[in-house]
């Protein structure tokens, strides 16, 4: 009878790595397919090449401030101004020195000017005003031209309250790293540069393939004995989620030849493949023996020492990373979020893949765990205002009891927490890092 290798979980992972490295998969990867799509739409995509500005940001100099572009040594003093530059114009005037122009925040600087005064820094002197001389002919009136002063009360350094062309990026310059999972930051800096297309590594197809004879579709009538495939939706938008495109094969019922029938599509249309059920030492797992025929070098591990999810299986099939999913659908979800998620985000090199978030908290009430295993368990999050020491300075973390077959458990929760192999007994009190849901 076939017995699980029981890894640790660490272990299985770091076998799983180093066969995808071997593949030639990891941080910016080369030679991977790629697509060109508008760069409104790349959150989350994983850049192919890097992209080069192809001029200098800002082009122009800009004042940072609302105030007065001046010469720098001119202040302090009292200065004329000589008129206003508008945004998004270009001054139609120079300035010279004992001269000043009102800028906005963002503004381009006249020629001559090479500082700003704040306008908290000045202070407006009283107007002179004169008349402009009539035409001789009498044609038009004489008009009131109004001549501001001001008074500048702090020395100023050239380049005071400017940005200098080319400060942020100058032209050449590499601005965003083939392999960088875009955000919106990298998005609104391109956008800025005028690149509106950028290539991005194409979406890894990612085969679910669910199984088992008591399964019926999400949207049929079950009949008694019967459950509903929650599984393969559920992953489905985790794939999404992170970068892939999930491909539904739909339900396989517990037939081995089902099972390589589907294997070998999978190897065709795939990137990554991944089995819902069928992965344990039962007469009706037939997963460990098919994944072995999927490829080399093969299965990687087969059972960790973790809950929930003690038959999971790590391989890789012909440069494939291939999973062994447990069937209940919170093993399957915790699994698939631990494990497989990350190992999509290598195949697609990406350098920045999502860091999970951690929130330090205090359990509201003991929590059992098994001795021998890493122990994950849902928590939900609170303020308290128990007694007990900790729960008065950290969020509590009430452990959710529930079997891994109710998915409910899981949706009642804001994230998981993990109790360490080694210890059977978390009391009430004790500090845990919970890993929040998204």
């Known amino acids: 009878m076939r017995k699980l290798d029981l890894l640790m979980p660490a272990d299985a992972v770091a076998r799983l790595n180093a066969a995808l490295d071997a593949a030639g998969y990891g941080p910016a990867r080369s030679g991977a397919a790629t697509e060109t799509v508008p760069t409104t739409q790349a959150r989350d995509r994983v850049l192919a ?231 344990s030492v039962g007469e009706r797992d037939f997963v460990p023996d098919v994944v072995n025929a999927m490829g080399e070098p093969g299965i990687l591990a087969h059972g960790i020492l973790f809950r929930p999810g003690k038959p999971t299986l790590f391989a890789v099939c012909d440069g494939k990373p291939v999973f062994g999913l447990p069937g209940n659908p919170i093993s399957a979800l915790v699994t698939g979020m631990l494990f497989a998620m990350p190992a999509l985000w290598r195949i697609q090199g990406a350098l920045n893949p999502p860091e999970p978030r951690f929130i330090r908290a205090a359990l509201a009430s003991e929590m059992k765990s098994p001795r021998d295993l890493e122990h994950w368990f849902p928590v939900r999050l609170a303020i308290s205002a128990s007694p007990i020491p900790n729960l008065q300075s950290l969020p509590s973390a009430e452990p959710i009891s529930t079997k891994s077959n109710l998915i409910f458990g899981l949706a009642r929760a804001d994230g998981i927490a993990c109790a360490p192999i080694g210890v059977d007994n978390l009391a009430a009190g004790t500090e845990v890092d919970v890993r929040l849901f998204d």
């Open 49 to 279: 090449r890097d992209v080069v500005s192809p001029i200098p940001m800002p082009e122009f100099r800009r004042s940072t401030v609302d105030g007065y572009a001046v010469r720098a040594d001119a202040t302090p003093g009292v200065l004329r101004v000589v008129g206003e530059v508008r945004m998004g114009e270009l001054a139609p005037f120079a300035i010279r020195h004992g001269e000043a122009a009102l800028v906005h925040t963002g503004g381009n600087l006249p020629e001559g000017a090479d500082a700003v005064a704040m306008l908290e820094d000045t202070v407006p002197l009283t107007l002179d005003d004169r008349r402009q001389a009539e035409p001789a002919d009498g044609s038009l009136p004489a008009v009131l031209v109004r001549q501001w002063k001001i008074q500048t009360n702090k020395k100023l350094a050239p380049g005071e309250n400017v940005i200098q062309p080319g400060e942020d990026v100058k032209a050449g310059e590499v601005v965003v790293r083939a392999g960088m999972r875009l955000r919106e930051q990298e998005i609104g800096g391109l956008l800025a540069l005028g690149i509106t297309q950028v290539e991005v590594i194409r979406k890894p197809r990612v085969a679910l393939i669910a199984s088992g004879d008591e399964l019926a579709p999400a949207e049929a009538e079950t009949r008694p004995g019967q459950v509903r495939n929650i599984n393969a939706p559920m992953l489905a938008a985790l794939v999404a989620r992170n970068g892939g495109e999930p491909l539904d094969f739909g339900i396989l019922p517990d037939v081995r030849a089902a099972f390589e029938a589907a294997a070998q599509r999978a190897m065709r249309e795939a990137d990554m493949v991944i089995f819902m059920a069928g992965s």
